[in-house]
């Protein structure tokens, strides 16, 4: 266990990794839903940008 959360925060907050997991993420979703308009929303990209946004703001008051 002590290795799998260096490793999860590494892709987590490396822009890289997260991104491509970002891009999997949403194939594998959109291939369980039918042709529509949540198809075509990139849910878990605004999800994963929000957080990112949140991270830094909450991070730039701290400093």
Do not use: H, Q, W
Request: with cysteine.
């Amino acid at each position: 266990m002590d290795k799998i959360i260096p490793a999860f925060k590494t892709t987590l907050f490396n822009p890289v990794l997260s991104d491509a997991v970002v891009d999997m993420t949403e194939l594998g979703i959109d291939s369980f839903l039918n042709e529509g308009v949540f198809k075509n929303i990139p849910i878990v990209n605004v999800v994963n940008k929000t957080i990112r946004l949140k991270l830094n703001l909450c991070f730039y008051k701290k400093s």
